[in-house]
């Protein structure tokens, strides 16, 4: 069966704070990816990153890192010093067929 | 901006009515969905398209029919809505080319009550 469980419900830091959301994926495909989306306050989902299961490379963006570790089948991503606008959900998703399953989502505050 | 309109935006309607929800896309992309955003459960497929009169189910279709008869246009028809049906419904694009499968881009969204 296709999965995508993200444990973490809420988090709440400190602005500066490093947070790392965890993805945790289950699937019997060898070829698959693997998103992440983010949705602000305003309610728009804004995709922020995708992996294929070909490249285990980790993925740098400014503040934003991504660890894709396909023994542990997780995709876990890291805010470096956070920012109040970093508050928001944030989703993993996975492909299946051509349709994307998500995880319930992790909400994120930062506080000044 | 993947020129993703989603209309109405916001619709209040009473138990039993028929609602019909629109999704237009400017762009020709072959493949659009349409998503449920409830507390608790992420985002939830209920249609997809992936193609002009091309359609199948996903997770959540049940009370869900839909329509495509323009590339354009991805309708959600619920033909006697049930105070289960409140929700935000996204509707979503997705560039996929050839074998590779690219992100999928997201409407605004609509948030439907049903009283």
């Known amino acids: 069966a296709q999965k995508v469980t993200q444990a973490q419900t809420e988090i709440s830091v400190v602005e500066k704070e490093d947070v790392t959301l965890d993805c945790v994926y289950e699937?019997?495909?060898?070829?698959?990816?693997l998103f992440w989306y983010k949705q602000p306050p305003s309610g728009e989902l804004v995709f922020l990153i995708r992996?294929?299961?070909?490249?285990?490379q980790n993925e740098i963006s400014g503040r934003y890192s991504w660890n894709f570790q396909k023994s542990t089948s997780s995709f876990n991503f890291t805010i470096t010093a956070s920012q109040v606008v970093d508050s928001a959900v944030y989703f993993c998703?996975?492909?299946?067929?051509?349709?994307?399953?998500f995880g319930t989502g992790t909400r994120l505050q930062v506080f000044p | 901006d993947a020129g993703i309109t989603q209309s109405p935006r916001h619709k209040v309607t009473e138990t039993g009515t028929p609602v019909t929800l629109r999704c237009h896309q400017t762009?020709?992309?072959?493949?659009m969905y349409w998503y449920r955003q409830d507390p608790g459960h992420g985002l939830r497929l209920i249609h997809y398209?992936?193609?002009?009169?091309?359609?199948d189910k996903g997770e959540v279709s049940d009370g869900y029919s839909v329509s495509r008869s323009k590339t354009e246009d991805f309708l959600l028809t619920l033909e006697s809505a049930t105070s289960s049906q409140t929700s935000v419904y996204f509707c979503?694009?997705?560039?996929?080319?050839?074998?590779?499968?690219?992100?999928?881009?997201f409407g605004p969204g609509t948030r439907l009550t049903v009283l």
């Open positions: 699937t019997r495909d060898t070829t698959y990816y």
């Open positions: 998703a996975l492909r299946y067929t051509d349709k994307l399953i």
């Open positions: 992996r294929n299961s070909f490249d285990e």
């Open positions: 762009e020709n992309h072959r493949y």
């Open positions: 398209s992936y193609g002009v009169k091309d359609t």
């Open positions: 979503a694009i997705s560039a996929q080319t050839g074998s590779s499968y690219n992100e999928q881009f």
